[in-house]
């Protein structure tokens, strides 16, 4: 099985609910770190949810820096893998990520089961969230915040740096998390990045 079959069968069998859901939003490819990472599928409500496939044709290579670029963003993360990368997968991820094994029924049907469920992820970065704001949504809370002067105008790292020094951690997810549901031009479906995602090794956080 490919990415595209177990994305596809994970949108209809699972993902499906949220599909006119205005309180959710499902994201393919929502890049994390400006695009250094994406990740495969992340749901946008309440939290921040991320999914990562591994399927028969990605390989493990990129997973250490993919669980690192995941956890800085995501309140819980789910690991989607078929037999032949489940066991590995087990042993490298934290302990706090869901394991769901994806097998391919005798019609070709893609078949989901939830091995371990997720937890809360205890290591989310206040930066890599104010890193999902596009520019000009940092300028526009940044505004809302009062800043009104040439700081606004400044690189995008220095914006989100504003931002996360004037909002406590709970206010700036809940802000964030306004702004991507504000968005109406990236729901589901989105074109998938074909291969083994994007994250590259040593990606800031």
């Known amino acids: ?42 749901v946008i409500n309440g939290q921040l949810i991320g999914y990562e496939i591994k399927s028969d044709v990605d390989s493990l290579r990129r997973l250490d820096n993919q669980i690192a670029s995941y956890d800085a963003v995501f309140d819980r993360t789910h690991i989607i893998a078929t037999p032949r990368h489940l066991i ?55 505004r809302n915040l009062g800043v009104h002067d040439q700081r606004l105008r400044e690189r995008r790292e220095y914006l989100y740096g504003y931002i996360v020094s004037d909002l406590n951690s709970a206010a700036l997810r809940k802000t964030v998390r306004d702004y991507l549901m504000k968005r109406t031009n990236w729901r589901y479906p989105l074109p998938p990045v074909q291969g083994d995602g994007l994250c590259q090794p040593n990606a800031t956080l």
């Open 88 to 142: 590995d997968v087990t042993t490298m991820i934290p302990d706090w990520w869901g394991v769901i094994s994806a097998g391919e029924g005798k019609r070709g049907a893609v078949h989901f089961r939830t091995i371990r469920n997720s937890k809360n992820n205890p290591g989310v970065s206040d930066y890599a969230i104010a890193q999902l704001l596009w520019r000009n949504e940092a300028q526009e809370i940044l």
């Open 1 to 42: 099985m490919n990415d595209q079959q177990i994305r596809d069968g994970f949108h209809h069998k699972y993902l499906r609910k949220y599909q006119g859901d205005s309180k959710t939003i499902v994201i393919d490819e929502l890049g994390l770190h400006h695009g250094r990472c994406r990740a495969d599928i992340a």
